[in-house]
């Protein structure tokens, strides 16, 4: 048993109530299904069964029982909340979600590429209508939006606070320093 463990009471662990025996105080599973987390052990039981748990903490060294624990109960709920994917849906699912951010994170760097380049020196009010052309709407009405609002000094919209040319003025070089830290994807 771990230091870090509160100390072990009188009563049966989890593990011993739900198979409705005696619990030993060298019961295998009470440092990991303790008496007050019932659901814990069911869970883990009804997909693995008591004896294949038992034979899985047995073969894994002491140190690594707690993870290994951890494991089996992620496991045994992903099992019953998708009995033919498990664990393995969740993570197709993150792997797809992650595959999507990716593509909207090289959107957002091709936008701003887009908006450097017709931004030039800085932003001012005076783009031209050739230099915007190459921007898609929603870009046109958003570089727009950001020229009005340098533009009016006392524009009172953000938190409260009154913002002025140079409050709001894009610091480019060092944004640009930040985004060349990140890794492209591969495309």
Known sequence: ?????PPRSTSSCAACKFLKRRCSPTCLFAPYFRSDEPEKF?????VFGASNVAKILVDVPENQRDD???SLVYEAE???RDPVYGCIGAIALLQRKAVELQQDLAVARTRLARWAAV??????SSL????????SDEDRFLMNSLSEIMM????????????DRNSVELDRSGCMDELSQLPFPKG
Do not use: I
């Open 1 to 5: 048993m771990k230091g870090h463990e």
């Open 42 to 46: 069911a869970k883990v039981h009804k």
């Open 68 to 70: 290994a624990v951890n």
């Open 78 to 80: 992903a099992r019953l």
């Open 119 to 124: 931004a030039g020196g800085g932003m001012t």
């Open 128 to 135: 031209s209508t050739s230099s915007l052309s190459v921007l």
């Open 152 to 163: 009016n000094p006392g524009w009172d919209g953000w938190g409260g606070e009154g913002l």
